[in-house]
């Protein structure tokens, strides 16, 4: 099956062409042509040096082909859509490096996901199901992600935003990406979808699953958090070895479950926000993101043979 990504696109020169050449998306992916001056870019400490830099990488965009550069001279548009998360917008994720293995690659709308060109940031790309309501799709992944507290850089939005070369030898593609069915309607404030389909699919891939469980409680009392506070949907707790019983944590239990970490008094998670497969992979495997996935893995296949 040919995948979502094999499609052309259109690509610049650098940040002040105009004129653009039509090349393959998925090639462009893969590439690493450009990796030496990507290197110098992020080796660069002078701010307006590393500007200068960026300004004159390559750049594509993922949303389709143009005629030049603009809204208004789209030809045809991919059916993807392109999203970037800024690390210094989203400070308060503690495991943010950690997102492409603890959560973009559990969605099965997510087609790709790699490092921006600074290294810092994410950025994927989602097929999306109806090209006529790109905003309204844009609206509703905008909406989907604050709701779990991650913030979009909206930069990226306009159909016609290119993006400059970035290379990740660690990407993450999903060649069968499920186009994106869901979208945001303003004017009622209301999000469509087929009856009884599920907005943004669910996970079935270990991590996903594990998020949409109650088990990481259980796990961060097994690992000496103690409850000092139980309410509706919302678990006070304790750190380990605490000689008071001053609330340290949260861990909630509705949608979306998270741990809530309120003080840097613990030595294994710093204050921030964590799902509850960071929780896991945190204290199960050290933080390695692949080998809590593999064990998860392991451990939900026992079962199934149990």
Known sequence: MKSVLDITVSAYKNSKDTTPTQINLLAWLQSDKFLPKQE????????????????????????????KRGNEHLVTFSGLVQVDFDKTQNSHVLDFDELRDSFFKFIPEIA??????????????????????YEAHYAFIERYFKKRNLIIDLACRPVSQPRFYSYDPDAYF???????RAIYSPNNCSRHKEKGKPEISEGTKPGE???????????LKDHGWTVVAERE????LCRPGSSS????ATAYLNT?????????????????????????????????????????????DFKTVV
């Open 40 to 67: 110098a870019l992020r080796a660069e400490t002078d701010p307006q040096k590393r500007k200068r830099k960026k300004l004159q990488m390559p750049m594509v965009n993922p949303t389709g082909t143009f005629s």
């Open 112 to 133: 790709y996901c790699g490092r921006s060109i600074s290294g810092k940031g994410w950025w994927v790309l989602i097929p999306v199901e109806s090209p006529d309501k």
């Open 174 to 180: 999903n060649h069968d990406a499920k186009p994106l």
């Open 209 to 219: 699953l594990y998020s949409q469980s109650d088990e990481f409680l259980e796990l």
């Open 233 to 236: 949907h919302r678990i006070d």
């Open 245 to 248: 019983s001053l609330q340290n």
């Open 256 to 300: 979306p479950k998270r741990f809530v970490v309120l003080t840097d008094l613990d030595s294994t998670f710093k204050r921030g926000t964590y799902t509850p497969f960071s929780v896991y992979a945190i204290l199960k495997c050290g933080g390695d993101y692949k080998e809590a996935a593999k064990l998860l893995q392991a451990e939900n």
